[in-house]
């Protein structure tokens, strides 16, 4: 879950660097599908796949909830 300019996003990591709680990342986020991104804390890059976009703290909360709880 990272927050973004248009509000929360749901980000599956997929490779690469794993970022920590915190760490600024920038990338496209409002974008659905596979892409890189940078964890500009890190210097290092990532792979992930946005899953959900544009989502209020709430409702990001309440996804991954559901996702965590399979």
Not at 21 to 40: A, N, P, R, T, W
């Amino acid at each position: 879950m990272v927050n973004a300019t248009g509000g929360y996003a749901i980000l599956e990591w997929h490779g690469g660097h794993d970022p920590d709680s915190g760490d600024l990342l920038v990338g496209k986020f409002e974008i659905y599908g596979m892409h890189e991104i940078v964890d500009d804390t890190a210097d290092e890059t990532l792979t992930v796949r946005t899953e959900e976009y544009d989502l209020s703290r709430t409702r990001a909360l309440e996804i991954l909830v559901d996702k965590c709880g399979d």
